[in-house]
């Protein structure tokens, strides 16, 4: 299989992107290529105007099984230095435009940290999470000890961190990392239907939403909304504010053009 098969981009809906994981044999498991494939790919597709939301998804079995081992098991630190995984991360992180992972089967490792880089996560009641690093002698490198424990809070968080146990999509549910949980054959067509409501959605609304959200996660209450209020005002400069509202008193469908 070329390189650049290992993760493919198609255009389910307008305004709609979904970045699929294609590498069955392993499981989708996330070596060097594909993590700068899905960089590259996450970083056009925020560049793009048309582009309003992604959807990253795998196969049937597997969302991302993890990190590749066999890339890694040998490497020294230098070498892990030298792999910029954290800078591939980021890029994915900074992603100014709403992500939803739509997973079904393993998402462990690597593959629960890039669940968790998405805004949305959508399961399969196949779906199985998990941070199983400490089974082979490491932690999490992805953000998994910080992405998890802000979600599901510390006491959990390290139940399953320290004996790197996997949960079920309903347990992942009811502890607050999954946002809904559907029959495997829905998974996707409703991460698509979301994406496509978002997309409608006016885009500069949409990003500033979002950016709200993460920022003012990591700050003290007054400053969040202060942010939120900052960012509020400053969407009445654009034409969409306008279109939004004039729609709503006109009581018809308002288009949005990122304005």
């Not at 590749?68 to 230095?81: H, L, N, P, R």
């Not at 593959?111 to 996560?121: H, K, R, S, V, Y």
């Amino acid at each position: 299989m070329s390189e650049e098969n290992l993760v493919r981009m198609e255009s389910p809906a307008e305004g709609v992107r979904l970045l699929r994981i294609h590498r069955p044999e392993a499981r989708n498991a996330l070596s060097m290529t594909v993590r700068r494939l899905l960089a590259a790919y996450i970083g056009e597709c925020a560049r793009v105007p048309a582009v309003r939301c992604i959807v990253l998804a795998g196969g049937e079995r597997a969302f991302a099984a993890g990190a590749d081992i066999k890339e890694m098991a040998g490497a020294s630190t230098v070498d892990m230095m030298k792999r910029g995984v954290l800078d591939l991360w980021r890029a994915t992180a900074d992603c100014p435009k709403p992500m939803i992972a739509a997973v079904r089967g393993y998402a462990l490792g690597g593959g629960c940290e890039l669940a968790q880089l998405c805004d949305i996560i959508i399961a399969g009641e196949s779906a199985r999470f998990g941070q199983p690093e400490i089974k082979i002698g490491i932690i999490p490198g992805g953000g998994g000890t910080q992405r998890l424990t802000a979600a599901i809070g510390k006491h959990k968080a390290l139940r399953y961190l320290l004996t790197g146990e996997v949960f079920s999509a309903r347990d992942a549910h009811a502890m607050g990392l999954v946002s809904e949980v559907v029959a495997d054959e829905d998974v996707e067509p409703l991460a698509v239907s979301m994406a496509s409501k978002i997309a409608a959605m006016p885009p500069l609304a949409v990003q500033l939403l979002k950016d709200v959200v993460l920022r003012g996660m990591d700050m003290p209450l007054d400053a969040g909304i202060t942010l939120e209020t900052r960012a509020l005002h400053l969407l009445f400069a654009t034409r969409d504010q306008k279109e939004g509202m004039a729609a709503f008193i006109e009581k018809r469908t308002p288009l949005f053009t990122g304005e």
